[in-house]
C-alpha cells in the first residue's frame, strides 16, 4: 500500500556531500514523523535525523551540525543533507515514516536502503 524510495547514494571524498532523497508514494493519508537511519555490517540500525509534520527536527549526536533534514510535504518527501562527511559515515542509510492511509490504518514503512561509502 505504501511504498518508500530512497536516492542519492554513493561514493564521496571525506570533507564531502551528498544529498539522500526518500519519497513516499501509495495510499497515503497523512504522514506523521519521518526519519532517516544508518546501519553498518555487525552493528544495531541507528537513528540518524527525525522530523515530524510541524518543522520539529531531532538529529543523533553524530549528525549534529553537519547534517540536516527536511521534507515537502506536498510531495511526502523527506531529504537528508550531509555535509563535512567523514569515513565513519559509511553506511546503508534507510528512510522510514510513519504513515496513515486511506483507510485510517496507521503503520510504520521502510525503506529499501541507499548505500553511503565516504572513502579517499
Known amino acids: 500500500q505504501v511504498q518508500l524510495v530512497e536516492s542519492g547514494g554513493g561514493l564521496v571524498q571525506p570533507g564531502g556531500s551528498l544529498r539522500l532523497s526518500c519519497a513516499a508514494s501509495?495510499?497515503?493519508?497523512?504522514?506523521?514523523?519521518m526519519s532517516w537511519y544508518r546501519q553498518v555490517p555487525g552493528k544495531q540500525r541507528e537513528l540518524v535525523a527525525t522530523?515530524?509534520?510541524?518543522?520539529?527536527?531531532n538529529y543523533a549526536d553524530s549528525a549534529k551540525g553537519r547534517f540536516t533534514i527536511s521534507r515537502d510535504n506536498a510531495k511526502n518527501t523527506v531529504y537528508l543533507q550531509m555535509n563535512s562527511l567523514k569515513p565513519e559515515d559509511t553506511a546503508v542509510y534507510y528512510c522510514?515514516?510513519?504513515?496513515?492511509?486511506?483507510?485510517?490504518?496507521?503503520?510504520?514503512?521502510w525503506g529499501q536502503g541507499t548505500q553511503v561509502t565516504v572513502s579517499s
Open positions: 522510514n515514516a510513519d504513515v496513515t492511509t486511506i483507510s485510517r490504518a496507521r503503520s510504520n514503512y
Open positions: 501509495g495510499s497515503i493519508f497523512s504522514i506523521y514523523f
Open positions: 522530523i515530524i509534520g510541524t518543522g520539529y527536527t
